[in-house]
């Protein structure tokens, strides 16, 4: 059983920084990939970004793309996401979830933490 557990959620105005954090734990194989979803109220979850562990490698989605950097600390069992420029249009409840299967993690299948809420007003 894989389990993850998201935080750094909070309150800030546009313009600011804020980083996130997912703790994971359990059977994981080298092909696993972190990803980072958000949902705000009244839309659908979205993928914001992605990072395979194994290698480094990383995806963003254009909303983000050159504003947010995701990193992996494989000897902390931990992903970081860090969030720059934040806009009010970034607020939502942000997910991290694992699986060997993209696929999967976009149908909402694999491992999910609870979320962490970042929300971002004047």
């Known amino acids: 059983d894989v389990q993850l557990q998201a935080s750094g959620g909070g309150l800030v105005q546009p313009g600011g920084s804020l980083r996130l954090s997912c703790v994971y734990s359990?059977?994981?194989?080298?092909?696993?990939?972190i990803a980072w979803f958000r949902q705000a109220p009244g839309k659908e979850r979205e993928a914001v970004s992605r990072i395979v562990p194994r290698d480094g490698n990383a995806w963003y989605d254009a909303s983000v793309k050159g504003r947010f950097t995701i990193s992996s600390d494989k000897s902390k069992n931990t992903v970081y996401l860090q969030m720059r420029s934040l806009e009010p249009e970034d607020t939502g409840v942000y997910y991290c979830a694992a699986s060997d299967s993209w696929l999967a993690l976009l149908s909402g299948r694999g491992y999910w933490g609870q979320g962490t809420q970042v929300t971002v007003s004047s």
């Open positions: 359990g059977s994981m194989n080298d092909d696993y990939a």
